[in-house]
């Protein structure tokens, strides 16, 4: 069993710039893929980022591409996203999720065990 639990979220105008983090338990944390996910009122839940257990390899959504940057620390159980010129568009509620089972890079919601509770990211223009 794995519990996530995200912080960092909040409002920022455009442009400006947020850093989420997802504390993790357990202690097979490094096992785990770990992805951010978004979901905006009245939309699906879509996929932002997700880097490799060992850390080092990521994939990006490309409407992040260049904007956002997911990052861990295997030591502190703990993933990060670093969001840069952030945009109206990018508000939405923010989760973090665990995926075990040999996926590499996981993009899909349903190749994820964990899930945390979510943190809102509100950008004005």
């Known amino acids: 069993q794995v519990q996530l639990v995200e912080s960092g979220g909040g409002l920022v105008q455009a442009g400006g710039s947020l850093r989420l983090s997802c504390a993790a338990s357990?202690?097979?944390?490094?096992?785990?893929?770990m992805g951010w996910f978004r979901q905006a009122p009245g939309k699906e839940r879509e996929f932002v980022a997700v880097?490799?257990?060992?850390?080092?390899?990521?994939a990006y959504a490309d409407s992040v591409k260049g904007r956002f940057s997911i990052s861990r620390d295997n030591a502190k159980n703990t993933v990060y996203l670093q969001m840069n010129s952030l945009k109206p568009e990018d508000t939405a509620v923010y989760y973090c999720?665990?995926?075990?089972?040999?996926?590499?890079?996981?993009?899909?919601?349903?190749?994820?065990?964990?899930w945390g509770q979510g943190t809102q990211v509100t950008v004005s223009s």
């Open positions: 999720a665990a995926g075990s089972g040999g996926a590499y890079l996981p993009r899909e919601t349903y190749l994820y065990d964990y």
């Open positions: 357990g202690r097979t944390f490094s096992t785990y893929a």
């Open positions: 880097i490799r257990g060992t850390g080092g390899v990521t």
